[in-house]
């Protein structure tokens, strides 16, 4: 795609330099603040396309600061976040980030991050509404509701169909718990967990082959499942 403007914002130096040498390789041109305020005065006057944001920051919380952005943009967020901040993690998710890396990460991680939100951008830039999806072996008719795995035709119950398109719209990157609670049955709060397994399960075995080693549907433990993109 090249000339993406990827704002950072993360006050460690040893992240900002592995990030920064390594997104300069790659021909990203890049804006780093290393605090909050500074990253929300860079984010309204530089025009970022996507958002690198560490969530332990010294004056704001990345929280407080993707609440912020919201307001105003949709811009694709990726959290950098420390391990032991798990509820964050997912708090930051529910608020409308998009994905996340948890640190210690290795840049093909974020490279690959990234390159999701590269083509979530083109997607919705190019207004191009697509009805047919297909993923290797599996085909996904949104028009005529017609589901084939190997060209036969898999049956979903209306859950299953509402999940899959869920995890499909969102490909690529993570979709929590409550995201899915609140989409698929109108929820406002996390339902059950163990309750979305068996749905999962379900839907697995119907379009995966080997529904142990699943090829579309990847559980992100503790947080919720992302569609794989490729
Ligand atoms: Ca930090």
């Known amino acids: 795609m090249g000339d993406i403007k990827i704002l950072i914002i993360e006050d460690d130096n040893k992240i900002i330099n592995f990030m920064t040498m390594a997104l300069k390789a790659k021909g990203y041109k890049l804006i780093v603040s290393r605090s909050g305020n500074e990253g929300i005065l860079s984010f309204c006057?530089?025009?970022?396309?996507?958002?690198?944001?560490?969530?332990?920051?010294?004056?704001?919380?990345?929280i407080e600061i993707i609440r912020q952005v919201r307001k105003v943009s949709e811009i694709p967020i990726i959290i950098v976040s420390a391990r032991e901040n798990e509820k964050d993690k997912?708090?930051?998710?529910?608020l409308g980030a998009n994905d996340y890396v948890t640190k210690p990460f290795s840049m093909g991680e974020l490279l690959?991050?990234?390159r999701v939100m590269e083509r979530f951008i083109?997607?919705?830039n190019s207004q191009v509404q697509e009805t047919v999806y297909i993923f290797d072996y599996l085909t996904v008719d949104t028009?005529?509701?017609r589901i084939t795995v190997d060209e036969k035709e898999v049956h979903?119950?209306?859950?299953?169909?509402?999940?899959l398109l869920l995890l499909i719209a969102n490909r690529g990157k993570v979709v929590t718990h409550s995201q899915i609670y609140k989409e698929v049955w109108g929820y406002t709060e996390a339902g059950d967990q163990q309750n979305l397994r068996v749905f999962m399960s379900s839907?697995?075995?119907?379009?995966?082959?080997d529904s142990n080693y699943p090829r579309f549907i990847l559980t992100e433990i503790?947080?919720?499942?992302?569609?794989a993109y490729e």
């Open 143 to 145: 028009e005529k509701h």
């Open 45 to 62: 006057t530089e025009n970022p396309q996507i958002l690198i944001l560490d969530l332990g920051l010294p004056d704001i919380d990345g």
């Open 222 to 227: 503790g947080v919720g499942y992302r569609f």
């Open 122 to 124: 083109e997607r919705k």
């Open 203 to 209: 839907l697995r075995r119907k379009l995966e082959k």
């Open 156 to 163: 979903l119950t209306p859950i299953e169909y509402k999940l």
């Open 112 to 114: 690959a991050r990234i």
């Open 90 to 94: 997912i708090e930051a998710l529910d």
